[in-house]
C-alpha cells in the first residue's frame, strides 16, 4: 500500500534538483512515477538535450518545465544574458505580432532543450511600481494590455508545442514584498482585484492556456491563507472554466516553508484544488542550503502527502484528479505537433521599446559605466554583471552597490569613471523608488552634465536631472541595442 500511495505522491510533484547532471535520487522518483523536474539557472550546460534526454529515459512522460520569461528573467541563457524582449518591452511597443512571434521563439529554444512546459508569461498587472518582484516582468499597468499580450503570448508558446504556465494568480502586481522573502498581503478593493488584476487570467483561459501558476500572496477578503493553498481562491480560477494543471509556485520559498512548511505547504495545496507541485530552487534557503537540499525538499513534500493520504486527511481523490490532470498534459505534449518559428529578430522588437529622453543618444567614442542597480533577488538576477559588460564594451565598468556604499565609495566610482574617458552612464534600475538611486542620479548630474542614466527598470514617470533612456529589462540584448544607440 505505501509504495502505491508513494506513486501517486510522486505523480503530482514537480522538484528541482542541484547540478548540471540528474543525481540518482531523481532518476529513481521518476522510474517511480515522479511526474518531472523544473530546471534553473545551476542546471544549465551544454548538454540540456542529454539531460532531458536522461530524465525522459527514466520517465517517458515526464514534464519538464523551465523558468525562463525573456528579459530580466532567464535560466537558459543565465551565464550570458537573455536574448529575447521582455515583458514590459512588449507591452511598450505594443504589438500583438511582435508578443507571438516571441512566444513562438521562446518555445522553439526551450524544445531545443527537451522542455516542454514554460513556466511565464507573466499576466500580472503591475500596479505599484515598489514591486520588487514583478516590475518589468509585467506587461504594464493596464489590465487590458497585459490581457492581449499575455493571450499573444500564450499563443506563441503553445503553437510551438510547448505548453505555457501564466503566472502569478490571482495576481502579483499591487504589493511591495517578495514572496521568496515573505508573504505579501493584497488590500485592494476586492472589486479592484476581480476588474484589473484576475482579467488577464479570464482571458487566458478563455484562450486555452494549459496551466495556471499560483501566487504566495494573502487576499484577506477571501481567507488568511495564501492563495497556493487557498482552495477559495484556486475555486476562483475553476470558476473561470479553468480545467488545466493548477501549479503552485515554489513551496520552498520563505512564504510557505517559514509559515506551514514544505510538507503542510505541499497537503495544504493539494486540498486546496493544486495538481503540480513545484518544490523548485533548491538554493532557495541561500547560504542555508546544503548540499543535498534538493532531495531533503522533494522527501519533505512527499513524506507528508503519503502521511496525509495513508491518514485519510488528503482525501485519495483529490490527488488522483491532480495526477490525471498532470498525466493528460504529458500526453496532450507528447503528441503536440509544434508549428514552425518564423525568423525572428529580438533586437528590432527591443529597439522600438526604447524610450529616449533628452539629449541621452549624443554620439560617444566609449562608454564609462556605473552600475548602481539593487542587488539580485531569488526571482531576478537584478545585478547580473552581464548589462554592465554588454554596455560597456572594451570601456569601463565598475560595480557599486549604491545602498550600502560609503560616500568615499560613491566618490571613488564616479572618480574612476569620469578618469577612464568616454560619456559616463548610470545603470540603474529603481531610479522612483529607490532614494539611493536617486541621490546618485542627483550627484553625478552635479558633477557631470554629459552623462546618461540607463534605467532597466519600470520606467521613469517623472523627470530625471540627467538625459536618460528607459530600456525596461535587465538583458544582454537590452544592453546591446542602449549600446549602439549611444556608441557612433
Not at 122 to 130: I, Q
Not at 238 to 245: E, I, K, Q, S, T
Given at each position: 500500500?505505501?509504495?502505491?500511495?508513494?506513486?501517486?505522491?510522486?505523480?503530482v510533484?514537480?522538484?528541482?534538483?542541484?547540478?548540471?547532471?540528474?543525481?540518482?535520487?531523481?532518476?529513481?522518483?521518476?522510474?517511480?512515477?515522479?511526474?518531472?523536474?523544473?530546471?534553473?539557472?545551476?542546471?544549465?550546460?551544454?548538454?540540456?538535450?542529454?539531460?532531458?534526454?536522461a530524465?525522459?529515459?527514466?520517465?517517458?512522460?515526464?514534464?519538464?518545465?523551465?523558468?525562463?520569461?525573456?528579459?530580466?528573467?532567464?535560466?537558459?541563457?543565465?551565464?550570458?544574458?537573455?536574448?529575447?524582449?521582455?515583458?514590459?518591452?512588449?507591452?511598450?511597443?505594443?504589438?500583438?505580432?511582435?508578443?507571438?512571434?516571441?512566444?513562438?521563439?521562446?518555445?522553439?529554444r526551450?524544445?531545443?532543450a527537451?522542455?516542454?512546459?514554460?513556466?511565464?508569461p507573466?499576466?500580472?498587472?503591475?500596479?505599484?511600481?515598489?514591486?520588487?518582484?514583478?516590475?518589468?516582468r509585467?506587461?504594464?499597468?493596464?489590465?487590458?494590455?497585459?490581457?492581449?499580450?499575455?493571450?499573444?503570448?500564450?499563443?506563441?508558446?503553445?503553437?510551438?508545442?510547448?505548453s505555457?504556465?501564466?503566472k502569478?494568480?490571482?495576481?502579483?502586481?499591487?504589493?511591495?514584498?517578495?514572496?521568496?522573502?515573505?508573504?505579501?498581503?493584497?488590500?485592494?478593493?476586492?472589486?479592484?482585484?476581480?476588474?484589473?488584476?484576475?482579467?488577464?487570467?479570464?482571458?487566458?483561459?478563455?484562450?486555452?492556456?494549459?496551466?495556471?501558476?499560483?501566487?504566495?500572496?494573502?487576499?484577506?477578503?477571501?481567507?488568511?491563507?495564501p492563495?497556493?493553498?487557498?482552495?477559495?481562491?484556486?475555486?476562483?480560477?475553476?470558476?473561470?472554466?479553468?480545467?488545466?494543471?493548477?501549479?503552485?509556485?515554489?513551496?520552498?520559498?520563505?512564504?510557505?516553508?517559514?509559515?506551514?512548511?514544505?510538507?503542510?505547504?505541499?497537503?495544504?495545496?493539494?486540498?486546496?484544488?493544486?495538481?503540480?507541485?513545484?518544490?523548485?530552487?533548491?538554493?532557495?534557503?541561500?547560504?542555508?542550503?546544503?548540499?543535498?537540499?534538493?532531495?531533503?525538499?522533494?522527501?519533505?513534500?512527499?513524506?507528508?502527502?503519503?502521511?496525509?493520504?495513508?491518514?485519510?486527511?488528503l482525501?485519495?481523490?483529490?490527488?488522483?484528479?491532480?495526477?490525471?490532470?498532470?498525466?493528460?498534459?504529458?500526453?496532450?505534449?507528447?503528441?503536440?505537433?509544434?508549428?514552425?518559428?518564423?525568423?525572428?529578430?529580438?533586437?528590432?522588437?527591443?529597439?522600438?521599446?526604447?524610450?529616449?529622453?533628452?539629449?541621452?543618444?549624443?554620439?560617444?567614442?566609449?562608454?564609462?559605466?556605473?552600475?548602481?542597480?539593487?542587488?539580485?533577488?531569488?526571482?531576478?538576477?537584478?545585478?547580473?554583471?552581464?548589462?554592465?559588460?554588454?554596455?560597456?564594451?572594451?570601456?569601463?565598468?565598475?560595480?557599486?552597490?549604491?545602498?550600502?556604499?560609503?560616500?568615499?565609495e560613491?566618490?571613488?566610482?564616479?572618480?574612476?569613471?569620469?578618469?577612464?574617458?568616454?560619456?559616463?552612464?548610470?545603470l540603474?534600475?529603481?531610479?522612483?523608488?529607490?532614494?539611493?538611486?536617486?541621490a546618485?542620479?542627483?550627484?553625478?548630474?552635479?558633477?557631470?552634465?554629459?552623462?546618461?542614466?540607463?534605467?532597466?527598470?519600470?520606467?521613469?514617470?517623472?523627470?530625471?536631472p540627467?538625459?536618460?533612456?528607459?530600456?525596461?529589462?535587465?538583458?544582454?540584448?537590452?544592453?546591446?541595442?542602449?549600446?549602439?544607440?549611444?556608441?557612433?
Amino acid at each position: 500500500m505505501s509504495d502505491e500511495l508513494t506513486r501517486l505522491a510522486n505523480s503530482v510533484l514537480w522538484p528541482g534538483f542541484l547540478g548540471t547532471e540528474a543525481p540518482e535520487w531523481l532518476l529513481a522518483e521518476l522510474r517511480d512515477g515522479l511526474a518531472g523536474v523544473v530546471y534553473f539557472g545551476q542546471n544549465i550546460s551544454d548538454g540540456m538535450p542529454e539531460l532531458s534526454a536522461a530524465l525522459r529515459e527514466a520517465n517517458p512522460g515526464a514534464l519538464i518545465g523551465i523558468d525562463e520569461e525573456g528579459g530580466s528573467v532567464t535560466r537558459l541563457e543565465s551565464a550570458t544574458g537573455s536574448t529575447l524582449p521582455g515583458a514590459a518591452q512588449l507591452g511598450a511597443v505594443d504589438d500583438i505580432e511582435a508578443s507571438r512571434a516571441t512566444g513562438a521563439e521562446l518555445a522553439r529554444r526551450a524544445r531545443a532543450a527537451g522542455v516542454d512546459v514554460v513556466l511565464g508569461p507573466v499576466a500580472d498587472v503591475n500596479t505599484d511600481p515598489r514591486n520588487p518582484v514583478i516590475g518589468v516582468r509585467s506587461f504594464g499597468a493596464d489590465a487590458a494590455l497585459v490581457a492581449r499580450h499575455a493571450v499573444a503570448t500564450v499563443d506563441g508558446i503553445q503553437s510551438g508545442g510547448v505548453s505555457a504556465c501564466v503566472k502569478h494568480f490571482p495576481g502579483h502586481g499591487d504589493t511591495h514584498l517578495d514572496s521568496h522573502h515573505a508573504l505579501p498581503v493584497i488590500t485592494l478593493d476586492t472589486s479592484v482585484i476581480e476588474d484589473v488584476h484576475l482579467e488577464p487570467f479570464r482571458a487566458v483561459v478563455a484562450a486555452g492556456v494549459d496551466a495556471v501558476m499560483t501566487a504566495h500572496i494573502v487576499v484577506p477578503a477571501w481567507g488568511e491563507k495564501p492563495a497556493t493553498l487557498n482552495p477559495v481562491v484556486l475555486g476562483k480560477l475553476r470558476a473561470m472554466g479553468f480545467d488545466g494543471v493548477i501549479i503552485t509556485d515554489a513551496l520552498d520559498m520563505a512564504a510557505i516553508r517559514e509559515s506551514v512548511g514544505i510538507g503542510g505547504g505541499a497537503v495544504q495545496a493539494l486540498a486546496a484544488g493544486a495538481d503540480l507541485l513545484c518544490i523548485g530552487n533548491p538554493t532557495n534557503p541561500g547560504s542555508a542550503a546544503l548540499p543535498d537540499q534538493d532531495e531533503r525538499d522533494f522527501l519533505a513534500a512527499r513524506e507528508t502527502i503519503v502521511a496525509a493520504l495513508r491518514d485519510g486527511t488528503l482525501p485519495r481523490e483529490r490527488v488522483e484528479q491532480a495526477r490525471d490532470r498532470v498525466r493528460a498534459l504529458a500526453a496532450k505534449l507528447q503528441a503536440a505537433t509544434p508549428t514552425a518559428a518564423a525568423p525572428y529578430d529580438a533586437a528590432a522588437i527591443v529597439r522600438r521599446a526604447l524610450r529616449v529622453v533628452g539629449e541621452a543618444d549624443a554620439a560617444a567614442s566609449a562608454l564609462a559605466v556605473v552600475d548602481a542597480r539593487r542587488r539580485s533577488t531569488l526571482a531576478v538576477d537584478s545585478a547580473a554583471g552581464y548589462v554592465a559588460e554588454a554596455l560597456a564594451g572594451d570601456g569601463f565598468r565598475v560595480r557599486l552597490d549604491v545602498e550600502r556604499a560609503s560616500d568615499a565609495e560613491r566618490d571613488a566610482a564616479l572618480d574612476a569613471a569620469s578618469a577612464a574617458g568616454g560619456r559616463v552612464v548610470l545603470l540603474v534600475d529603481r531610479p522612483e523608488v529607490e532614494p539611493a538611486q536617486r541621490a546618485l542620479i542627483d550627484q553625478v548630474a552635479g558633477r557631470d552634465a554629459g552623462a546618461v542614466v540607463v534605467n532597466v527598470g519600470l520606467p521613469v514617470r517623472g523627470e530625471l536631472p540627467l538625459p536618460f533612456i528607459d530600456a525596461a529589462a535587465a538583458s544582454r540584448v537590452s544592453a546591446e541595442v542602449v549600446r549602439e544607440l549611444l556608441i557612433r
